[in-house]
């Protein structure tokens, strides 16, 4: 199947997908916020660079995307492209997994959530994170 996008138009709609300040990593935050949560870091430049960070409990948070990091419950394999955005996708796994070991290794706590459960089930996630600060 041919993209039904131009090369520059396909080009834009790349160049406006953000890695930081993206919906779901917005709406966490708002969410940590209003329940008095405070003390964390946000893009801090630590392994991996995690999306929202508590340096003093040592704990990394990461909000990933469903498709840039292949959700198990909601990943759709490209219809164009597939070789180079499957390697591209494969690459981002390996990174992850290699970066949360990393962290573990150096003794943080890392909590990883999917974009479809920041948006579906934010409450749950909170708790997790409450959790967390708890314990640690």
């Known amino acids: 199947m041919t993209d039904v996008l131009t090369p520059e138009q396909r080009k834009h709609n790349m160049s406006r997908i ?7 990593e917005i709406k966490l935050r708002k969410l940590l ?7 964390y870091r946000i893009h801090l430049n630590l392994t991996g660079k995690p999306d929202i960070v508590f340096t003093k409990k040592k704990i990394a948070i990461f909000i ?3 498709f840039w990091h292949k959700c198990p419950v909601c990943f759709q ?3 164009t492209r597939k070789d180079f955005w499957m390697e591209k996708i ?4 390996d990174r992850d997994t290699k970066n ?5 290794k150096d003794g943080w ?17 909170i708790e997790k994170i409450l959790l967390s600060l708890q314990q640690s």
Not at 33 to 39: A, F, L, P, T, Y
Not at 90 to 93: E, K
Not at 100 to 104: D, I, R, V
Request: charged letters at 30%.
């Open 77 to 79: 394999e490209p219809e």
């Open 33 to 39: 916020w209003s329940q008095g949560v405070r003390g």
């Open 18 to 24: 953000r890695g930081k300040n993206t919906g779901p």
């Open 109 to 125: 706590t890392v909590l990883r959530f999917w974009e479809h459960e920041v948006r579906k089930k934010p409450e749950e996630i």
């Open 90 to 93: 494969g690459s981002n796994v």
């Open 100 to 104: 949360t070991f990393q962290l573990q």
């Open 64 to 66: 990933d995307g469903c």
